[in-house]
């Protein structure tokens, strides 16, 4: 079944304007896009007057606890639901959300731990949950045929005709949590429809933790935060701006003028326009995850501590790396994290220190600002960046028994994105890697694409045949392969047999076929 566009709108099921939604349908048509600062996409200008900087403060997303608990694992509940927030001061806004907020409530598992999480599905159409970075069997990865159909609404016909294993009303995902301690997040995984569903507010933190990362003198408690940096659009009326990919999506067939993506002019972290933070004079961990559709962010602090170096990275995707690594500025591509180490006794008292996004034009410049105590004399540090963090067995290439290419690029009439010349076909996979064997795979884009490998991290072995970038080191499950560039990552897929996916994390990107399965025996 070759899911090509007309029929990627097909399976959407309902209408953008004839649910109890909050899309606002865009207009206008650009292939390459109006772009913020030559990153990929078409900005979406706000229709409502938008509110100064640093006036909110940064909202902690609140940790879900366990309906109960058994010898065997911790089990949770969250409905999806529609809900009224207040996301601009003053102004409402109806969302879809995890549990009636954005983000989402954060799930904290334990490394070894089994983790069983229902969904319950009151919104008005089909959802797919995926975790991110989750090492999880196959019925319980999200792939975007296991749909969970709305409690109050029929199933679309077609939607039933996809591979997949749907259920009516709730599923449930088991997460042994046999991995590493990590900075994870859950998302909606919706076939063809995951850039409006992350949009308007499907998403939250999974953190992992382990025994390792608990016995490292780390920032911990209220100075060990998640950071959740989104780009959104408003109506005039408040209700979240997200561009149709036609006016009707009952009737496909019409030209997305958003096909290289959509970007927002508001900046959210945890959900808030522009946050502000009162910090102590002491080390914070920021456990920073880009959830934006596109948008690719250059984070750095204004003004710098002395001697710069603002960023002591200690972790990434998958975990802690080896050692610290010391950075002036961290680039982040959309579903990428990076945890780093922030010491703030390096500013002098009172310091109001801004989060900036160099990559972002206008209003988009600014994230959150931290606002450093007054304080003459800085506090006790409890807290440290040890110079080894953890052991990292590098996967060896020279053991890998297959290597494999993929090209990301545009589709010959540019109607969608293609992996090796073909729009998404689910059930045909592209690769059948055998578990326990090391594969090389290798990645060469066309444009930006931020690709996603689902079941198993990797680790990024070359750009362009030479060295990893900066940004590469430790367990990855996201690449960012930039414009006319190869990657080589290597790669082990262990424990779970059957069927996942690979793609593009710029959500448009992947809603426009730029996917493929494959599947592990």
């Given at each position: 079944?070759?899911?090509?566009?007309r029929?990627?709108?097909?399976?959407t099921?309902?209408?953008?304007?004839?649910?109890?939604?909050?899309?606002?349908?865009?207009?206008?048509?650009?292939?390459?896009?109006?772009?913020?600062?030559?990153e990929?996409?078409?900005?979406?200008?706000?229709?409502?007057?938008?509110?100064?900087p640093?006036?909110?403060?940064?909202?902690?997303?609140?940790?879900?606890?366990?309906?109960?608990?058994?010898?065997?694992?911790?089990?949770?509940?969250?409905?999806?639901?529609?809900?009224?927030?207040?996301?601009?001061?003053?102004?409402?806004?109806?969302a879809?959300t995890?549990?009636?907020?954005f983000p989402?409530?954060?799930?904290?598992?334990r490394?070894?731990?089994?983790?069983?999480?229902?969904?319950?599905?009151?919104?008005?159409?089909?959802?797919?949950?995926?975790?991110?970075g989750?090492?999880?069997?196959?019925?319980?990865?999200?792939?975007?045929g296991?749909?969970?159909?709305?409690?109050?609404?029929?199933p679309?016909?077609?939607?039933m005709?996809?591979?997949?294993?749907?259920?009516?009303?709730?599923?449930?995902?088991?997460?042994?949590?046999?991995?590493?301690?990590?900075?994870?997040?859950?998302?909606?995984?919706?076939?063809?429809f995951?850039?409006?569903?992350v949009w308007?507010?499907?998403?939250?933190?999974?953190?992992?933790?382990d025994?390792?990362?608990?016995?490292l003198?780390?920032?911990?408690?209220?100075?060990?935060?998640?950071?959740?940096?989104?780009?959104?659009?408003f109506?005039?009326?408040g209700?979240?701006?997200?561009?149709?990919?036609?006016?009707?999506?009952?009737?496909p067939?019409?030209?997305?003028?958003?096909?290289?993506?959509?970007?927002?002019?508001?900046?959210?972290?945890?959900?808030?326009?522009?946050?502000?933070?009162d910090?102590?004079?002491?080390?914070?961990?920021?456990?920073?995850?880009?959830?934006?559709?596109?948008?690719?962010?250059?984070?750095?602090l204004?003004?710098?501590?002395?001697?710069?170096?603002?960023?002591?990275?200690v972790?990434?995707?998958?975990?802690?790396l080896?050692?610290?690594?010391a950075?002036?500025?961290?680039e982040?591509?959309?579903?990428?994290?990076?945890?780093?180490?922030?010491?703030?006794?390096?500013?002098?008292?009172?310091?109001?220190?801004r989060?900036?996004?160099?990559?972002?034009?206008?209003?988009?410049?600014?994230?959150?600002?931290?606002?450093?105590?007054?304080d003459a004399r800085?506090?006790?540090?409890?807290?440290?960046?040890?110079?080894?963090?953890?052991?990292?067995?590098?996967?060896d290439?020279?053991?890998?028994?297959?290597?494999?290419?993929?090209?990301?690029?545009?589709?010959?009439d540019?109607?969608?994105?293609?992996?090796?010349?073909?729009?998404?076909?689910?059930?045909h996979?592209?690769?059948?890697?055998?578990?326990?064997?090391?594969?090389?795979?290798?990645?060469?884009?066309?444009?930006?694409?931020p690709?996603?490998?689902?079941?198993?991290?990797f680790?990024?072995?070359?750009?362009?045949g030479?060295k990893?970038g900066?940004?590469?080191?430790g367990?990855?499950d996201?690449?960012?392969v930039?414009?006319?560039?190869?990657?080589?990552?290597?790669?082990?897929?262990?424990?779970?047999?059957g069927?996942?996916?690979?793609?593009?994390?710029?959500?448009?990107?992947?809603?426009?076929a730029m996917?493929?399965?494959?599947?592990t025996?």
């Amino acid at each position: 079944m070759n899911l090509n566009r007309r029929r990627f709108l097909g399976l959407t099921g309902l209408t953008v304007a004839g649910g109890a939604t909050a899309v606002a349908l865009g207009s206008g048509f650009s292939w390459g896009g109006a772009l913020d600062n030559g990153e990929p996409g078409t900005l979406v200008r706000s229709g409502i007057p938008l509110p100064p900087p640093f006036q909110v403060p940064l909202p902690i997303p609140p940790v879900l606890r366990p309906v109960r608990s058994d010898a065997s694992a911790d089990y949770y509940e969250i409905p999806q639901q529609v809900s009224t927030l207040e996301i601009l001061p003053g102004v409402k806004t109806e969302a879809w959300t995890y549990g009636g907020t954005f983000p989402g409530p954060t799930l904290v598992s334990r490394s070894g731990r089994r983790m069983v999480v229902k969904h319950r599905n009151e919104l008005p159409r089909p959802v797919v949950v995926h975790l991110h970075g989750g090492h999880t069997p196959s019925a319980s990865d999200g792939y975007p045929g296991d749909t969970i159909l709305p409690l109050n609404a029929p199933p679309a016909h077609e939607m039933m005709l996809m591979p997949g294993t749907p259920t009516v009303g709730t599923r449930d995902y088991t997460y042994p949590s046999n991995q590493r301690a990590a900075t994870l997040w859950y998302h909606d995984h919706s076939m063809g429809f995951t850039g409006p569903m992350v949009w308007l507010g499907l998403a939250g933190f999974h953190l992992v933790h382990d025994d390792e990362e608990d016995s490292l003198p780390l920032p911990k408690g209220d100075r060990d935060l998640p950071l959740m940096i989104t780009d959104r659009a408003f109506t005039a009326d408040g209700r979240l701006d997200y561009p149709a990919l036609a006016p009707n999506l009952s009737v496909p067939g019409v030209t997305s003028g958003y096909l290289n993506g959509v970007l927002g002019d508001v900046v959210l972290v945890n959900g808030a326009p522009w946050p502000v933070l009162d910090v102590k004079r002491l080390r914070y961990r920021l456990r920073l995850l880009n959830a934006s559709n596109c948008r690719r962010y250059r984070l750095q602090l204004d003004p710098p501590p002395p001697g710069g170096n603002g960023f002591v990275q200690v972790g990434g995707d998958g975990g802690l790396l080896a050692a610290p690594l010391a950075h002036d500025a961290i680039e982040m591509a959309s579903a990428e994290r990076f945890d780093v180490v922030v010491d703030f006794s390096r500013y002098p008292p009172g310091t109001r220190v801004r989060l900036l996004n160099t990559f972002g034009t206008g209003r988009t410049v600014e994230v959150m600002r931290f606002d450093v105590a007054a304080d003459a004399r800085a506090p006790v540090d409890d807290a440290t960046v040890p110079p080894k963090l953890s052991t990292i067995v590098p996967l060896d290439p020279g053991k890998a028994t297959v290597t494999r290419e993929f090209l990301f690029q545009s589709h010959s009439d540019r109607s969608g994105w293609t992996i090796n010349g073909q729009p998404y076909e689910p059930g045909h996979p592209l690769a059948t890697p055998r578990l326990g064997d090391t594969e090389i795979w290798r990645f060469v884009s066309d444009v930006h694409h931020p690709i996603h490998l689902h079941l198993d991290q990797f680790q990024v072995l070359a750009r362009n045949g030479g060295k990893p970038g900066p940004y590469d080191q430790g367990w990855k499950d996201t690449v960012d392969v930039r414009a006319a560039e190869s990657a080589e990552i290597a790669v082990r897929f262990n424990d779970y047999a059957g069927r996942y996916v690979f793609h593009c994390h710029n959500l448009e990107h992947e809603d426009m076929a730029m996917m493929a399965d494959f599947t592990t025996s």
